[in-house]
Structures are given as structure tokens and as C-alpha cells.
């Protein structure tokens, strides 16, 4: 077999080194979810919040071939200034190894190089889903899948509301994935605290969910698991006020045949246009909120 070209950062590696709780972190959020300065800013705050709840962040990328665990100030601000690093997922990582390339990690290839760095806990803002008419199109996540397959906890607001919801979460149950409301009876939409969707569970402590998590590994259940914490009431921009301007977007993305990987950026950014702002100020918000509880339910992990 290849070696793997895995690298640690120095505080990285300290923290394995000392048992510590480690939070694993998204960098296509950086790279193709948000605009600079607010991608770097953000990606730099979210570490400094882990870090005050006494865990250690593990932003993941690939630079030059190498899946780089940790990454510098400097390395963050390569990623989010430059605009040829490719977006990666399950089918392309290995490629992006072999080939030398750079590129940002979506929920899925953060999944799988977390848990090759023996990393169980993963912060970020929403899950990839069922795109609105994938029934047409085809459009549905390959994160939907990895979480059915690698054994990480992630803690998103749900998935956005540019999804068809109620399709993803039937998927998700087919694929035996535990979708977790914290706090929650109801499904949060990324930008809303609902969606009109109920959440499948309902737990009120990280020390639950890190509890539910221990019980599926001895019961030697595959793959990972959903944590869907809402996003804070005061930073919520409510349903009804989304749902023109993502209709909006949609539209827009279709008459201009946008497809593949460019549909989720495209339309994030077209949201942030026409809420002017709004939608990115939601975003940085609940990917904070996020990352406050991952680092919870990781200490509860060790505990
Ligand atoms: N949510 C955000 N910003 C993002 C993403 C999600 O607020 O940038 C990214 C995540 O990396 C997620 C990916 O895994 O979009 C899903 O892309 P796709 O729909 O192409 O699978
Ligand atoms: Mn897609």
C-alpha cells in the first residue's frame, strides 16, 4: 500500500502527544463558502473558540499533495486568497495526493482524513444534501454517504435550506445515519432554527451525544453521525424571509447551467448578494455556535 502524506501542526501533534480532545475543522467553507477577509477572520476565531473550551482545532487541507492536520495563519491565508485550489471530496482526495494538488476538504474529505488522524469530533456550518429537483438533476452530497460510512461526529446547523430537506433527511435514515437535534425538536435550516421538519432525536447535552456516539461504536455500528445544533435566535434570519431569495438563487444557477461542485458556492454566494450580507453574518454566527459544542462533545468523548 501508498503511505499515507499526512502531516501534523506543531499544536496538532502536542495535543495527541497529551491525549488532549481535538476538533477537527472544514477548509472548503474557506475556500469556497465565504468571501475574504470574513473566510479567514472566521476560520481563525472558530480555533481560538475550541481552544477556550479547552480543546485543540485541527483545520484540514491539502496542500501540495501532503492532507496537512492544523494548519498556520499563513496556510489559512494561502487558502482563502487564492482561487485555483480545488474543492475536494471522497472521490478526489486521493488524487489531489497522488497529483501534488491543493485543495479544500468539503464535510466528506474532512470525514475521512479526521478519522485517518484518529480525529472523532468535526465542526462545521452546514452538510452537503439532496439538492431541490435531484430528482431531475442527480444532485445529492457525497457527504450523505460518508456519514453512513466514516465514523466522525459532525456538528452542523443542519443542512441549508437550499436543500430539499425533507429528501435528506429520508436518505440520511435509510442510510442508518443518526440525525441528533441538540436542544432541538425541530430539523434547524442552516440560516432559520426550523425548517418544518422534526428532528428524527432530541438530546440537551454534549455529554449525551458523546454518550450516543460511544453506544453505536459497541454496538459495532458503522459510519458516523449528524449532530444538528440551530443556529442562535439572535443571529437566525427566520424561514419565510430566506425561502424568496433562495428561490431566487436557484433560478439563477439553473438558467446559467451551473453544475457539479459550482452549484453549492454559487448559490451561497448569490444568497449573501441578495440578503445583502445578511446570510454571511447567519453563517459566521451558527459556524461559531458549532464549533463551541464539537468541542463539548469532544471533551464528553474523553471523559
Ligand atoms: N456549508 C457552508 N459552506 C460551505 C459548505 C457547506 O455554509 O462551503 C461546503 C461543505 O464543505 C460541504 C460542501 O461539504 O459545501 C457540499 O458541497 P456539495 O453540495 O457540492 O456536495
Ligand atoms: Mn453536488
Known sequence: MASLPIKFSAEVQAARDASQPIVALESTIITHGMPYPENVSTALEVEDIIRTEGACPA??????????????????????????????????????LVAGKS????????????AQAGIETFATGGVGGVH?????????????????KTPVMVVSAGVKAL?????????LETLGVPVVGFGTDEFPAFWSRESGEACPMRLDEPEQIAALYKMRATLGLEGGMMVANPVPAESEIPRNEMESDIIEAIDEANRRNVSGKDVTPFVLSRIKELTNGESLVTNIALVKNNAKLAARIANGLKA
Open 59 to 96: 483545520t484540514i487541507a491539502i496542500l501540495d499533495g501532503v492532507i496537512e492536520v492544523g494548519l498556520t495563519r499563513e496556510q489559512i491565508e494561502h487558502l482563502a486568497q487564492r482561487d485555483d485550489i480545488l474543492k475536494l471530496s471522497r472521490a478526489d482526495l486521493a488524487y489531489a
Open 103 to 114: 485543495g479544500s476538504t468539503t464535510v466528506a474529505a474532512t470525514m475521512i482524513c479526521a
Open 132 to 148: 431541490r429537483g435531484a430528482e431531475e438533476s442527480f444532485d445529492i452530497s457525497a457527504d450523505l454517504q460518508e456519514l453512513a
Open 163 to 171: 436543500l430539499d430537506i425533507p429528501k435528506t433527511l429520508e436518505l
